[in-house]
């Protein structure tokens, strides 16, 4: 076992220049205005979807789900399958709208369905503080597993990180974005890969004893996991599986990292690949980051006087240190630090462009394009400096499982947003009161479950807030204006998205 050595750190360190130099290589070409918030039109669909891979997995999956299946099961692998629910709700219902109305950002879609700049503002809002609490999170996690493990200070590798995530964000827009996304999600995938076929070859019986270990073992599932429980609120396969699908759906339709690369083409079939194309990534990785989580088990049971921490979370990253050749190491932990800044850019950019074109130009609709991206960067410094805070804060506490933690916090910031969206989509005569008497009511009820009725998972407080935003949303909307009708193009029954060049 030699740990982290100077090799490591040199490679480390010219991984780090190079993801940097690639964004400022990226942002070489002034953009000002939509160009700077929706790209150039020069950026092939494939590169886009790499990027939504990248910002919805990066070091979350990295860490996270592989000390999840060492330290318990497979159990949260179905939340990733949600994508087989996610996907097709997307393509059919959401895409073709966002086509059709040609939206700047996610809450765009809520001033054109309801014409409320309000409802707007207050999307835009919740965004933000979710996204500014997911940012630090994809830097606390990384550099809290890399300060372990090399002795570096922990506020030193955040500041860090922070730092090479706001320069090309600043400079360059989304286009720089996209593209370093693209050459961290290729690490990301071929490393992750790549050390499964090590650590296979490392263990006694090879794949053969992963596999009978994932099947005979109750790795799978443990005793007490069951696939459906009568409680319908209570975890299960069944509960992770339509929840899991239903997180993501939010994150796809309602969160604007993600729309954000849904503006950068109005062609539906460029859209659908972008999508598709995403779930067979996401799949693919989430099975690859389970069998790696399921072979530490395996290698650490075979060798349990090399394990050296009792964190599942930094289980992976421990194998990366003292188990792999001198130099490999340094690119896998580089892969985990520079895969997180795709997500920390991701979000950066896209905080600033909710800011400027859902609060500022609405607030001033007069606003000139070079003002706009100027504002831009400015926020993109202040959020890029606010996460970084944040995540110093983070790092000086203790959360078991940062996958699980994360996922609770989507279904508390996103949950009640997404149902804005839904009732809009599903419904020809829900009026701007209606969408807000639903925000309301879901938010008090997802925030009542998580603090006062801990036994119902939080894997359904997304499938709760669709329900309630439904319910409580016609109602009010049927007893303030039953005559309203929603504009053309804004629901399911009456958008449809221009023919495909």
Request: glycine share 8%; proline share 2%; charged share 10%.
């Amino acid at each position: 076992m030699q740990g982290f050595t100077w090799i490591d750190t040199a490679v480390l360190v010219i991984y780090l220049l190079g993801v940097l130099f690639a964004g400022l290589w990226f942002s070489n070409k002034e953009h000002q205005g939509k160009e700077f918030f929706k790209g150039d039109g020069t950026i092939p669909w494939w590169v886009t979807c790499v990027s939504i891979f990248a910002t919805l997995l990066s070091p979350i999956s990295f860490l996270s789900l592989p000390g999840n299946s060492y330290g318990g099961s497979w159990i949260l692998w179905w939340a990733q399958i949600g994508m087989l629910i996610a996907i097709p709700l997307t393509i059919k219902y959401f895409l073709p709208i966002y086509s059709t109305l040609q939206i700047d950002t996610a809450y765009h879609y809520l001033e054109k369905r309801f014409g409320s700049k309000g409802l707007r503002i207050l999307g835009a809002l919740m965004f933000i503080v979710f996204q500014t609490g997911r940012m630090s999170i994809i830097m606390y996690l990384p550099c809290i597993a890399l300060a372990e493990l090399t002795g570096i200070n922990v506020n030193i590798l955040i500041i860090v990180m922070g730092i090479i995530a706001i320069i090309y964000s600043y400079s360059g827009g989304l286009k720089a974005v996209l593209w370093t996304d693209f050459i961290q999600g290729v690490v990301l995938i071929v490393g992750i890969a790549l050390t499964l076929v090590v650590m296979i070859a490392s263990i006694n019986g090879g794949f053969g004893t992963v596999m009978d270990t994932l099947t005979t073992g109750h790795k799978f599932l443990l005793e007490n996991e069951v696939w459906f429980s009568s409680d319908i609120l209570s975890t299960s396969v069944f509960v992770i599986l339509v929840g899991g699908g239903l997180t993501t759906f939010s994150s796809y339709v309602s969160s604007q990292d993600i729309v954000q690369r849904f503006t950068t083409t109005t062609d539906i079939k460029q859209l659908n690949k972008m999508t598709l194309g995403n779930g067979v990534l996401s799949i693919f990785a989430a099975t690859v980051f389970y069998l790696v989580g399921t072979s530490l088990y395996v290698f650490y049971t075979q060798n349990p006087d090399l394990l050296m921490t009792t964190r599942q979370d930094l289980v992976f990253a421990t194998y990366i240190t003292y188990e792999l050749p001198a130099g490999i190491t340094g690119i896998l932990l580089a892969a985990i630090f520079a895969a997180s800044q795709s997500t920390l850019s991701t979000g950066i950019n896209s905080v600033a462009t909710s800011w400027v074109l859902d609060i500022q130009s609405v607030i001033n609709p007069e606003m000139s394009s070079e003002r706009q991206t100027k504002i831009a960067q400015y926020i993109s410094l202040g959020i890029g400096i606010l996460a970084i805070i944040v995540a110093i804060f983070l790092a000086s506490g203790d959360i078991k499982s940062a996958y699980e933690w994360f996922n609770s916090f989507i279904g508390l910031a996103l949950g009640a947003l997404v149902g804005m969206f839904v009732l809009g989509a599903f419904s020809k005569h829900a009026n701007a009161k209606g969408a807000v008497a639903a925000f309301i009511v879901s938010s008090i009820i997802v925030i009542y479950l998580k603090y006062f009725v801990p036994s119902v998972s939080y894997w359904t407080y997304t499938i709760i807030t669709i329900i309630s935003s439904l319910v409580v949303g016609n109602i009010v909307s049927y007893l303030t204006d039953k005559s309203f009708v929603a504009p053309k193009g804004t629901t399911v029954y009456t958008s449809k998205a221009p023919s495909s060049k």
